[in-house]
T-cell receptor, first 117, second 113 residues
Framework: ETGVTQTPRHLVMGMTNKKSLKCEQH?????MYWYKQSAKKPLELMFV???????ENNSVPSRFSPECPNSSHLFLHLHTLQPEDSALYLC????????????????FGPGTRLTVL | GEDVEQSLFLSVREGDSSVINCTYT??????LYWYKQEPGAGLQLLTY?????DMKQDQRLTVLLNKKDKHLSLRIADTQTGDSAIYFC?????????????FGQGTTLQVKP
């Protein structure tokens, strides 16, 4: 596979469930990102990892827990979510560090559509 | 704080030009970007402009940057039905060393045949 892949593509969970979203990039990148996309709202950056270290946490509630075991994989662990957490969760990767394109162009996965009942 | 704003919807006829506008607040952004999101897909970088430029042209796309007014626009010439998508404006976050981007809420472009 190439690019950025995300699994599952769709997820329905209850408020008491625990689930995980997975992102994998095959681009040799060193930075990975989680974004939340809700209808008619700006894309919200949640977390940034550079070289496996978390470098940004955008005041995300603790019911979202990221994990980056290596530069190619990124997880988002979910527990006791609320209905307002229903959204499209997008993963992206880029070369890493500061600087602009083309090195630091962000490549996005197709997202996981999450519904919390 | 950093903020990027766009109108939510634009409808044009096939063959017309489309102009999508964006305003941003951070004057120290080094790069400004336009991303495209097709249904069921993630975002794809369309084009970008360095902050010391005022125009960039790439085939049917023209980006105009007015730094004084903090206004960015994307013009699509000869718009096709395949251009129907959501277009996001983004700026590079000030003082960030993480490649952080600040996105607008996206403009849905509808192209009528």
């Amino acid at each position: 596979e190439t690019g950025v892949t995300q699994t599952p593509r769709h997820l329905v969970m209850g408020m008491t469930n625990k689930k995980s979203l997975k992102c994998e990039q095959h681009l040799g990148h060193n930075a990975m990102y989680w974004y939340k996309q809700s209808a008619k709202k700006p894309l919200e950056l949640m977390f940034v990892y550079n070289f496996k270290e978390q470098t940004e946490n955008n005041s995300v509630p603790s019911r979202f827990s990221p994990e980056c075991p290596n530069s190619s994989h990124l997880f988002l662990h979910l527990h006791t979510l609320q209905p307002e957490d229903s959204a499209l969760y997008l993963c992206a990767s880029s070369g890493g560090g500061s600087g602009g394109p083309p090195y630091n162009e962000q490549f996005f996965g197709p997202g996981t559509r999450l519904t919390v009942l | 704080g950093e903020d990027v704003e766009q109108s939510l919807f634009l409808s044009v006829r096939e063959g017309d030009s489309s102009v999508i506008n964006c305003t941003y607040t951070d004057s120290s952004s080094t790069y400004l970007y336009w991303y495209k999101q097709e249904p069921g897909a993630g975002l794809q970088l369309l084009t970008y402009i360095f902050s010391n430029m005022d125009m960039k042209q790439d085939q049917r796309l023209t980006v105009l940057l007015n730094k004084k007014d903090k206004h960015l626009s994307l013009r699509i010439a000869d718009t096709q039905t395949g251009d129907s998508a959501i277009y996001f404006c983004a700026e590079s976050g000030a003082g960030s060393n993480t490649g952080k981007l600040i996105f607008g809420q996206g403009t849905t472009l509808q192209v009528k045949p």
